[in-house]
């Protein structure tokens, strides 16, 4: 299955007494869709799974691929530090049609690299779908190594990996020793990494700064890809002050302020998150602002 080249690791709007808004969550979706994003990640760390209730979770993934229609892939998150959950919830994502599952690192328990392998492997073993792993040890206490995920690519519906470990060399190191390179795809889960992971053999980015500039990403791509590296590099230098921005404050309190830029009624986080504050949104404006000058200039003056 094909994700592309930027899969969306969907935010999750709430009303003002914190249940799930799901007219704005369509309205996500259809906007998503329409600007720049190839797959969809539903129940990912960006939509505050942390806070959501298993029914939640598993109405959203529904909902989402109710709603996507076949227009791009659905990626579940599934994962959890409890591996029996993790299974259980890979089985709900299979029942509401999601085309895949994505796999977060066991968190909190700190398990050793084989206690890791082991977790991936039995939940791949109990689906058909295929799985993402998400290696993010700033969140989850632990790091899958290299020799790890090169093992686990040889399981058949292992997939692909989102890596935010923001270490390139672990990521060179994981594209260079899996088997079949088109086998097994590595995706940055940093939006400031996009262009350099791709320039080591990386396939995209499960984008959280897809959510407003998904078509600016895909323009950055096109023209790495078209050999166009000058223009590449100069989105990319526009990119990275405002993605910096995007996670000045804990994530996804920021880019659910910049979606209010757009039009949407998606302000409202669950505690522990929480809304910015005035200031804080004064400093992304500026840079906001600042991005929407460069981005119309290098438009204008070097179109893909």
Not at 71 to 83: H, L, S, Y
Not at 288 to 295: A, L
Request: glycine share 8%; proline share 5%.
């Amino acid at each position: 299955m094909n994700l592309g080249r930027i899969g969306t690791a969907m935010i999750t709007p709430f009303k003002k007494d914190g249940t799930i808004n799901y007219p704005e969550l369509e309205r996500i979706i259809n906007h998503l869709i329409n600007n720049g994003t190839d797959c969809i990640v539903a129940c990912g760390t960006t939509s505050e799974n942390p806070t959501m209730s298993t029914e939640e979770k598993i109405e959203v993934v529904r909902f989402t691929v109710e709603k996507v229609a076949g227009r791009v892939p659905v990626i579940a998150g599934t994962g959890d530090n409890e591996t029996a959950y993790s299974i259980d919830m890979t089985h709900k994502a299979e029942e509401n049609g999601a085309d895949g599952i994505m796999l977060v690192a066991p968190y909190y328990n700190k398990p050793n690299q084989r206690g890791i392998y082991a977790h991936f492997e039995t939940i791949a073993k109990e689906t058909k779908l295929p799985v993402m792993l998400y290696n993010v040890p700033g969140r989850t206490g632990i790091n899958v190594a290299f020799e790890t995920s090169v093992a686990l690519s040889k399981i058949s519906n292992i997939a692909w990996i989102k890596e935010a470990s923001g270490n390139l060399d672990q990521m060179g190191d994981i594209i260079e020793n899996v088997a079949q390179e088109d086998d097994f795809l590595v995706y940055s889960g940093d939006d400031g990494l996009t262009l350099p992971l791709l320039a080591i053999g990386g396939a995209g980015v499960i984008s959280v700064a897809s959510h407003v500039v998904g078509n600016d990403m895909q323009l950055m791509m096109r023209a790495f890809e078209q050999g166009e590296h000058k223009l590449a590099a100069k989105i990319h230098r526009a990119l990275l002050p405002l993605v910096r921005a995007l996670f000045a404050q804990p994530n996804p309190s920021p880019v659910k302020y910049a979606m209010t830029k757009l039009g949407f009624d998606t302000l409202d986080v669950r505690l522990p998150m929480m809304e910015m504050t005035n200031e804080e949104k004064a400093a992304f404006d500026a840079i906001w602002d600042t991005y929407q000058t460069k981005m119309e200039a290098i438009r204008e003056n070097q179109p893909v």
